[in-house]
Nanobody, 126 residues
Framework: QVQLVESGGGLVQAGGSLRLSCAAS????????MSWFRQAPGKEREFVVG????????YYADSVKGRFTISSNYAKNTVYLQMNSLKPEDTAVYYC???????????????????WGQGTQVTVSS
């Protein structure tokens, strides 16, 4: 089992920045991809950004390219999401997720993920 704990959410004005953290514990050696998803009220949970643990390859949703950056600290089993130039439409609960399948090709499908954090609220005011 892998446990994921997010932190760093909050309220920020449009154009501002926030940094989210996701700390993993437990069988962290079984993680192959770690990603951030988000879910706004009344909408489906959507992929935001992901990183392959072994190669450090990163993947971004078009809506956040150039504004969000994912990074990792392997020693701390932690991934970070730096969010800049935030927009009101970025308002959502942000979830950290981990995929334990080494054969996963796509990183954007939420059904591929085995472990989820509890989520952290990000609110961007206009």
């Amino acid at each position: 089992q892998v446990q994921l704990v997010e932190s760093g959410g909050g309220l920020v004005q449009a154009g501002g920045s926030l940094r989210l953290s996701c700390a993993a514990s437990g069988r962290t050696f079984s993680m192959y991809v770690m990603s951030w998803f988000r879910q706004a009220p009344g909408k489906e949970r959507e992929f935001v950004v992901g990183i392959r643990w072994n190669s450090a390859n990163t993947y971004y949703a078009d809506s956040v390219k150039g504004r969000f950056t994912i990074s990792s600290n392997y020693a701390k089993n932690t991934v970070y999401l730096q969010m800049n130039s935030l927009k009101p439409e970025d308002t959502a609960v942000y979830y950290c997720a981990a995929d334990a399948n080494p054969s996963t090709v796509s990183v954007t499908q939420r059904s591929d993920y085995d472990y989820w954090g509890q989520g952290t609220q990000v609110t961007v005011s206009s």
